[in-house]
């Protein structure tokens, strides 16, 4: 289904948070004064310059903004077509691109005088992130993690102790990365007074799918000035791997109104979608409503949601952000998947190749990036986000090959 | 300020709430999830209910992800699952109800995406046809009206829209704009079966409804027992409770997870005290 192409892909969303039919906010009424005031006080900041200017302090001083765009040489040689560049947001402080969002909504937070932050998390990376910025302003912090998630994360549950949070098990569902956000909204309609949500990526009610897009857009503002700096011209092809989809997003965005420019989100297929076991609500998934927005989301014929499956938590969620979906209706952006045992081949191959530990969520992007680089003349621009680093994923993946450490 | 539905409704509610004004009572609103943990016991507790005092009745529709609900409800959900619960199966009990019980209002209460995946026009056609008089959808507030709230009310279905401790008086009016049946005060700022609201709190919310409103207020979240009923009774029209009947349904099963042999009695039972404590109230209120 392709819906009428529009001015551009870069206006969304409207007054109401709706990315064409997707977007929205579908939550329980004790929450939607805090929504609206979440709305209203990012309205502005947004026309605060001095918030703005505080907000590229900390980024740059603190976060290390900008991100190197590395040219991955043996990688390119060794699939011997496109140049593969890598957008390395890994770099940034935690280690992931999760804390420029982290950043721009603590300093909402503060301006707002909430004094207890809440998140949710699945591989931790979030979750760290959140908890490094409430240590840097001195703020009470409660992360909610699943059980399972917290068993094969454990170093970033750790760090998230070290920083000061509080972490809480949820049990509920599959204990996984869905059960966490039930849980933190369960929290937030409890502590409606003090209490600030920091949604880790670009999904919820409006306007957090907008907001969160808006503090992940300057890795593909940077992408481009580096680009043109290193090749005079814009890039060719743009990757990203997609849970919730924020650090794609965040790359995608500066380049929707670029035609010329393919852009490809790579989902996690698990154990492969004619399994059932998978985390791609794209591929495999229909629209409902989840989580305060409407969007694909993987479930049964009643609507009940479905489990989702990855061997990368942080791609482990039944839905994906609501403009993926409208990116996904209109045709913009095009959306693959990749598997578990694909996912794993392409983190080993870019450690030896490059010397570079990816997380296993931009594994999936990488692995995608093998398959299309070899069919591409050598002058084609192909960037993929290396959004995460994969210290996190070492005892997964030991696990997955079967090494005792 | 009340909205109008286009088609008739069936007239339960109304009638309810008007015979419960002339006898100057408040209402008895128990609430149990279909199908926990089986078709049949609910439907067996379901035709008890109205000889035990209830005036109106909640019956639950399974979603898997209940973010406005508390252990007790959220494990409920768990166990109807387990049964193989599904909204279809949920209008079949209430049709079943129906055929012996044609005054008992019943709402359903839930969330939003297992009504979209049936479809909106479809559903309201199956559940107006199964018996069922309202909707009380949980993730639905006015911003998205056009969902569900106006095609509901052009179907002759009440939809009951909940007012918060966080809903001032600068948004009430929105949330009442198209409210009918009755209003649904959440009397904590919370998930259900946590916290208790002070029946001075209570009584002050809704005060400030009434000034708002001639629709009836039920109050629920937070009421366990029958002296907090009746203590809520004494300020409403009406006292929902939920989490403690469903928690008492937990607390009736066996290893397996089937109805123990006196699960409806002791529901029924239950039912009955915290019935008493609703139509007692203003009496004893007066005394």
Redesign the interface.
Known sequence: MTIERPNSYRSGPDGKGHFGIFGGRYVAETLMPLILEVERAYDAAKADPAYQAELDDYLKHYVGRPSPLYFASRLTEHLGGAKIYFKRDELNHTGAHKINNCMGQILLARRMGKKRIIAETGAGQHGVATATVCALFGLDCVVYMGATDIERQAPNVFRMKLLGAEVRPVTSGTATLKDAMNEALRDWVANVDDTYYLIGTVAGPHPYPAMVRDFQKVIGEEVREQMLAAEGRLPDTLVACIGGGSNAIGLFHDFLDEDSIDIIGVEAAGHGIETGEHAASLTGGRPGVLHGNRTFLLQDGDGQILDAHSISAGLDYPGIGPEHSWLHESGRVNYVSVTDAEALEAFQLCSRLEGIIPALEPAHALCHVARIAPELPGDHLLVMNMCGRGDKDVFTVAEALGVQL | MSAQTSAPTSGRIEARFAALAEEGRAAFIPFIMAADPTVESTLDILKGLPAAGADIIELGV???????D?PAI?AAGLRA?AGGA???QTLEIVRQFRTDDDATPIILMG????????GVDAFLADARQAGVDGLIV????P??DSELCLPALAAGMHFV????????DK?LPA?LEHTSGFLYY?S????TG??SATQDAIGAAVARLKNHTDLPVAVGFGIKTPEQAAAVAQVADAAVVGSAIVQLIADNLDDNGQPAADLVDTVLDFARALAAGVHGARQQAAE
């Open positions: 399974i979603f898997s992800d209940p973010m406005a508390g959220q699952k599904t909204v279809r969330y939003y995406n297992p009504i979209y995946i049936y949980v993730d639905l507030p911003e998205e829209r909940l007012a918060t401790p966080t809903t001032d948004r949330v959440v904590i700022a919370g998930i946590t916290a």
